[in-house]
DNA sequence: CACCTTTAGGACCTGTTTTGTCTTTTATAA
DNA sequence: TTATAAAAGACAAAACAGGTCCTAAAGGTG
């Protein structure tokens, strides 16, 4: 259960790879796929979707390619899985909508929220600066 | 992401139902499978699977059917969506045996760490007794 | 302009998991 | 010995995961 992807973790490492370069560089899908293991036309999926909203910058032709979007210390790691695997949501019923007929006389409701609120809490609070920063 | 599956609610559904019986009294997986909405065959399954673990003790036969395994107060959440569902791993790398390559130098792991630890502590508070008590 | 580079977008495909159903077997009580 | 109920296993449709492939569009460069 609450097992991300490897679309999430193929997301994470490839926008980490680009908080490593040095800052204004580009980097090519091609360089990024090949750095972090991830098939290159799965990862450019991935980075369109980055694109579209606003995590990273593309540039297309000669000398283009991808650049963060932002600065590494503003972009958190809930946008990043969020991006790609959408929101966090431990149980449907937490979806608006048409709730389940269930919800009135259940308690578990409840905890499901507290399960999604700490799990958003957690991943808000780590950045892909600090992602990305050199283990020794 | 993070989302449980039809099964793990049933599974929820089916013993709270189970909890709210007078106590030594049996239901049959039919009477469970109508009261909760559930396919009965899916359920069945989902029952037999809580009989190996003992959660519940099934009977045979004429006058048979379930009944809870322990005291619902001594049944946690987590047990009931890890019965279903599997262990609670918020990502790959986190299983034994072979360690993903990316493990020494990446910073990632330690925060899926703190979410399953997190969502286990949430899951493992919180008793089926207390999620059968009738809500008024 | 023509051409090369690089991302964007869409169609498609394969294997696995989910969400079941159906049938047969086994245990038990009356 | 028969009716009742769970156990077990085989099967299958649909959704999802995890890709591949091809064409289009945008942007440099000679």
């Given at each position: 259960m609450m097992e991300?992807?490897?679309k999430g973790e193929y997301a994470i490492r490839?926008?980490?790879?680009l908080a490593r370069q040095t800052p204004g560089k580009m980097a090519l899908i091609s360089e990024i796929a090949e750095a972090t293991e991830v098939p290159q036309t799965f990862l450019a999926k991935i980075f369109q979707n980055f694109a579209k909203l606003?995590?990273?910058?593309?540039?297309r032709g000669t000398g283009g390619g991808f650049m963060l979007?932002?600065?590494?210390?503003?972009?958190t790691l809930r946008e990043v899985v969020e991006a790609v695997e959408g929101p966090i949501?431990?149980?449907?019923?937490l979806m608006g909508g048409s709730a389940c007929d269930f919800d009135s006389h259940c308690n578990v409701?409840?905890?499901w929220r507290r399960v999604q609120s700490e799990v958003v809490r957690i991943?808000?609070?780590?950045?892909i600066e600090e992602l990305a920063r050199e283990t020794k």
């Open positions: 991300l992807t490897r490839g926008i980490i790879y606003g995590l990273v910058n593309s540039y979007g932002r600065p590494a210390s503003r972009i949501i431990p149980n449907r019923c409701h409840p905890v991943l808000e609070s780590v950045t």
